[in-house]
């Protein structure tokens, strides 16, 4: 049974707050890792005050419990986008949140409310155009955290170590009007192991969704935002609020795309003054569009 856990949804946004830019069907954003120095909780806010939707689904580490259990960690941006999370169930979008990894204690909450926030373990969502994806967290095809915990925890560490240069790194990027560019994701995709890693991950979760009937999976946990077919399979990874900034959004028509909010964001820490032709210009990067 369904149980609704009312929590303190804070104040009203100021009445000056601008519309949405942006009018989807359904947004998919994981990864998050509120509670972490690595998340970029500015540009994830500002993200989610321009987009405005009928269901909005959180795709697992959404709260790094690990990393609070190591070290508390939680500055008034974090908390700003809990409360705009919870605004928005509030207002009208259904918001449904499947756990992941690091925030596996809400695992335990599976098929209860939390000030409007659905608990689930999955998904299956069906797009406008009559498609049905499974919406995963995808830790459970990591072999890595599914039989060597300890290791997890371990690279956990030397990624946050990453994280910590990578910040250092495009602080003097944006003194040198360079734009934002991760580290992390520049090794990932250099490192054979680390391609190959990815490359079986997707193919696991792709295989796992055909077995189940559906025509997609979207998932999130690699922190590698992809939109392909596989095998005849659709596979959708909404990527990370760490390193990539992406999320994955379906339109009124049922179509699929994946939106970058790194330009936005490098703009934003270079301070650099809006023009009138970016006021006009579209949510997000170059679309990717199934």
């Not at 609704?4 to 998919?28: F, I, K, S």
């Not at 602080?171 to 995709?189: H, I």
């Not at 909010?261 to 199934?290: M, N």
Request: hydrophobic fraction near 40%; aromatic fraction near 10%; glycine fraction near 8%.
């Amino acid at each position: 049974m369904k149980r609704d856990y009312p929590l303190d949804t804070g104040g009203e946004e100021p009445a000056d707050t601008p519309a949405p830019q942006l009018a989807l069907r359904t947004v998919w954003i994981s990864d998050l890792h509120l509670g972490t120095p690595g998340c970029q909780a500015e540009a994830l806010l500002q993200f989610l005050k321009d987009v405005e939707c009928d269901t909005l689904y959180l795709v697992g580490d959404i709260i790094d419990g690990w990393q609070l259990r190591r070290q508390w960690y939680w500055p008034q941006a974090h908390n700003d986008v809990v409360q705009k999370l919870l605004r928005k169930a509030r207002k009208g979008t259904r918001v449904i949140f499947v756990p992941g990894n690091h925030d596996e204690f809400a695992r335990r909450y599976v098929e209860h409310s939390f000030g409007g926030i659905e608990v689930a373990s999955e998904w299956m969502h069906e797009t406008a155009d009559g498609r049905k994806l499974w919406v995963v967290h995808g830790d459970l095809f990591d072999g890595v955290i599914q039989c060597a915990r300890w290791l997890a925890h371990v690279g956990d560490r030397a990624y946050e170590f990453t994280l910590k240069l990578n910040r250092h790194l495009n602080s003097l990027r944006a003194r040198m009007g360079l734009p934002y560019w991760s580290l992390s994701r520049y090794l990932k995709f250099k490192v054979k192991r680390a391609v190959s890693y990815v490359n079986d991950f997707e193919s696991a979760v792709a295989r796992e969704a055909h077995k189940r009937g559906a025509d997609g999976v979207v998932c999130g946990h690699i922190h590698h935002a992809e939109l392909r077919m596989i095998d005849g399979v659709l596979y959708a990874n909404d990527g990370d609020w760490v390193e990539s900034l992406t999320a994955l959004v379906e339109h009124a028509d049922g179509r699929l795309e994946i939106i970058e909010w790194a330009e936005q964001r490098s703009r934003c820490i270079a301070r650099e003054p809006v023009r009138d032709e970016d006021a006009q210009a579209p949510v997000g990067g170059e679309a990717v569009a199934v």
